[in-house]
């Protein structure tokens, strides 16, 4: 219950598209979901994020949807650029057992051909 | 600059012999914490730390121990080191716990022969 699955593990896009990673979870204690983008040899640092409250957010060319009821949250990518290659994590955190923790998915490694 | 350090950065070593990663924010962050990356597994909590002297056990603790006698540094052990435990380690601290921005050290790339 506690698990964030993402998909899909690996994506190509080419330049100009959009890419789109989905995430779902089950736990509704969780009330923030951040996306974190990692690039080779470096540590996840935050892109996005998005509380319950909003269907939508929307930072420059990443756009975050969140639908409560399906309990599924997204990224897009619009105009992908080669620079947007990256993993993304997606992530969930909330009060679980009276301990705030993030849980986070497994990672979809994005590649963007040039 | 507001960051997250460790070191080693690469460490190769053998069966046994026990070893330490240190970690330091200079952000006076309350929570820290350890990950595992390893493929097709995504980030795994080892431990977190809410405070000095308060250490909790993540989703996979076994054959790890930290400590957290400052607020800056948070070091993760581990005292008979395995090959299953060959993998990919970030430091992360925050200034509260979960629904916090999580800062990431930059990575140590562990290697056990």
């Known amino acids: 219950q506690q698990q964030v699955k993402q998909s899909p593990q690996s994506l190509i896009v080419q330049k100009g598209g959009i890419s789109i990673i989905n995430c779902a979870y089950e736990?509704?204690?969780?009330?923030?979901f951040p996306w974190y983008q990692q690039f080779p040899g470096k540590g996840p640092a935050l892109l996005i994020a998005?509380?319950?409250?909003?269907s939508e957010k929307k930072e420059g060319r990443f756009t975050i949807s969140f639908n409560k009821s399906a309990k599924q949250f997204s990224l897009h990518i619009m105009d992908s650029q080669p620079g947007d290659s990256a993993t993304y994590f997606c992530?969930?955190?909330?009060?679980?057992?009276?301990?705030?923790?993030?849980?986070f998915g497994k990672g979809t490694r994005l590649h963007i051909l040039p | 600059e507001a960051q997250v350090t460790q070191n080693p950065r690469y460490l190769i070593t053998v069966t046994g012999k026990k070893l330490t990663v240190t970690c330091s924010q200079n952000?006076?962050?309350?929570?820290m914490s350890w990950y595992r990356q390893d493929p097709g597994l995504g980030l795994r909590q080892i431990y977190y730390s809410m405070n000095v002297e308060v250490t909790d056990k993540g989703d996979v603790p076994e054959g790890y121990k930290v400590s957290r006698k400052e607020k800056r540094n948070f070091p993760l052990i581990l005292e008979s080191p395995s090959p299953n435990q060959t993998s990919l380690y970030f430091c992360?601290?925050?200034?509260?716990?979960?629904?916090?921005?999580?800062?990431f050290g930059p990575g140590t790339r562990l290697t056990v022969l």
């Open positions: 952000m006076n962050h309350e929570y």
């Open positions: 992530a969930a955190s909330g009060d679980l057992n009276r301990d705030d923790k993030i849980i």
């Open positions: 992360a601290s925050s200034l509260g716990q979960g629904t916090d921005t999580q800062y």
């Open positions: 998005i509380r319950p409250d909003v």
């Open positions: 736990n509704t204690a969780f009330d923030y």
